[in-house]
């Protein structure tokens, strides 16, 4: 089955500058990514996500990239703000069936 | 628009009791509802998924005697845990997908503390 690495585990960054999140997985059949933003108590949000026809997508100041040879795809967050303070998921899937997901990153934004 | 409702938020229960907790898909049909469960600090783990008017399917290790899960409309799934126990305290977290569509879209969670 599918195997979704992620790192690094805790990362914290000064307010403004940015964040970088790695993921790699090992089914080169899976086609599509989320990537989910998770608060404290709450339930994870979907924040972008990348399908395998493209290489990169970007939302504001949220980015995703994936390198489907190497089988790696990273979260990018520009101008962190404090409020961005959470735990970041990736996951993988196959048409959007079960979705495998790594083991989170907790990102500390310090104002 | 996407929005997954979660009731109750957070439930205490005797050991021994039953506990239901429901999800619900509010501004869209959702023909796949997925059960999750986490632990303090660690990823999300799929216990089951559902299709609307069938029968779940159980991850392996999921005991399907003692989650009960109903997907009896194209809105709603129900996980009954049955003889909770305090090793069933946990967050569990429901999500849903659409028609067609890769994404899914969780709901904000369900705090269980079994006494």
């Known amino acids: 089955g599918e195997n979704v690495e992620q790192h690094p585990s805790t990362l914290s960054v000064q307010e403004g500058d940015s964040a970088v999140i790695k993921c790699t997985y090992s089914?080169?059949?899976?086609?599509?990514f989320p990537w989910y933003k998770q608060e404290l108590g709450k339930g994870p949000q979907l924040i972008i996500d990348?399908?395998?026809?493209?290489g990169e997508k970007k939302d504001q100041r949220i980015a995703v990239t994936l390198n489907k040879t190497a089988k790696h795809f990273s979260l990018h967050i520009t101008e962190t703000q404090p409020e961005d303070s959470a735990v970041y998921f990736c996951?993988?899937?196959?048409?959007?069936?079960?979705?495998?997901f790594g083991t989170g990153t907790s990102l500390t934004v310090i104002p | 628009g996407a929005v997954v409702s979660q009731h109750p938020s957070r439930v205490i229960c005797k050991s021994g009791t039953s506990v239901k907790i429901e999800c619900r898909s509010l501004?869209?049909?959702?023909?796949?509802m997925f059960w999750y469960r986490q632990f303090p600090k660690q990823s999300l783990m799929l216990m089951a998924t559902?299709?609307?008017?069938?029968?779940?399917?159980?991850e392996q290790g999921v005991e399907k005697d003692k989650f009960l899960i109903n997907h009896a409309s194209l809105t709603l799934s129900t996980l009954t845990v049955t003889s909770a126990h305090p090793e069933d305290s946990s967050f569990y977290i429901c999500?849903?997908?659409?028609?067609?569509?890769?994404?899914?879209?969780f709901g904000p969670g369900t705090r269980l503390t079994v006494l």
């Open positions: 996951a993988a899937s196959i048409h959007g069936n079960q979705f495998y």
């Open positions: 999500s849903a997908r659409g028609r067609g569509v890769y994404e899914q879209f």
């Open positions: 559902s299709n609307e008017g069938s029968k779940a399917t159980y």
């Open positions: 990348i399908r395998s026809n493209v």
């Open positions: 501004d869209f049909q959702a023909t796949t």
């Open positions: 089914d080169s059949a899976s086609n599509y």
